[in-house]
């Protein structure tokens, strides 16, 4: 009978101790990389993008017949 410790992988078929690969040899290149040019930044203006705030910071309320309190659209009667 065995330890506790499972040793019979290394007995099966394929499961022999591998020989270490040869190093990898990094080649010098001839020519160096070319240089990423990054992207110029620009400053956007939001204050002209944002919607009314109120003081928490949420969009203002704002009226509009369309909608009814909810926020649903009113359906206006059909016309005959």
């Known amino acids: 009978m065995r330890d506790k410790k499972d040793n019979a992988t290394i007995d099966l078929p394929g499961f022999e101790p591998v020989d270490p690969p040869a190093p990898v040899v990094e080649q010098q290149r001839a020519t160096p990389r070319p240089r ?45």
């Open 36 to 80: 990423r040019v990054s992207l110029k930044q620009e400053q956007l203006d939001l204050l002209g993008l944002l919607e009314d705030t109120d003081t928490s910071g949420l969009p203002a309320w704002r009226r509009d017949d369309n909608l009814d309190l909810t926020g649903l659209p009113v359906w206006a009667p059909a016309s005959r």
